[in-house]
């Protein structure tokens, strides 16, 4: 089992390049949003029971892919209301299984950034959306990058069309249509 942990900041591509390899290699996308946009139905972001309930469903999500063999996409977006050590963690409840983590990181520039927070395909899921809270929350989401394990591969998705880094990504990783059984 594989979990392919895709990470970067607000509006790198993420999601849209975790679909572009699935759509690749048949792997599941469990992106963030799923959790996060259900927590904040009844909690605020942030609020201590959101960060327990959203690390725990995260988890449990691996735990069950890991177990069941199942290789997995996931998306995540360092910030600072998640507890510090976590892929750490998960990389600990992955490896228990017999399975492992790739971390692949996206990256691109500020400027970049800035020109696509307020994309509409942000939307679709409660994403930061505002430029100026972007540029308030840059300093602090930068030290939680900064605490991530070395990544497998890094991306410039500013540089990097989604399809073309979802095949770098499949290559890099050995993953192919066959990967979705394994």
């Known amino acids: 089992m594989k979990l392919i942990f895709i990470y970067g900041p607000a509006a790198s591509g993420k999601l849209t390049v975790a679909r572009a390899l699935s759509e690749l290699t048949g792997l599941a996308v469990f992106h963030n949003h799923l959790v996060v946009d259900a927590l904040l139905e009844k909690l605020p972001f942030g609020d201590?029971?959101?960060?327990?309930?959203?690390?725990?469903?995260?988890?449990?999500?691996?735990?069950?892919?890991?177990?069941?063999?199942?290789?997995?996409?996931?998306?995540?977006?360092?910030?600072?209301?998640?507890?510090?050590?976590?892929?750490?963690?998960?990389?600990?409840?992955?490896?228990a299984e017999g399975g492992e983590v790739k971390f692949v990181k996206l990256t691109l520039s500020d400027a970049e950034q800035e020109r696509r927070i307020g994309d509409d395909s942000r939307r679709e899921y409660r994403k930061l959306t505002s430029l100026d809270m972007l540029k308030r929350l840059r300093p602090a989401f930068r030290i939680s990058e900064a605490a991530m394990p070395s990544a497998d591969l890094a991306i410039d998705t500013g540089e990097m069309a989604p399809d073309t880094a979802a095949r770098r990504i499949a290559a890099a990783l050995g993953l192919s249509a066959a990967s979705a059984a394994t």
């Open 48 to 95: 201590p029971e959101f960060v327990r309930l959203r690390e725990a469903m995260w988890m449990a999500a691996f735990e069950t892919a890991a177990k069941a063999g199942t290789s997995l996409i996931f998306t995540f977006a360092p910030e600072p209301t998640v507890v510090p050590g976590f892929p750490e963690r998960v990389s600990a409840l992955i490896g």
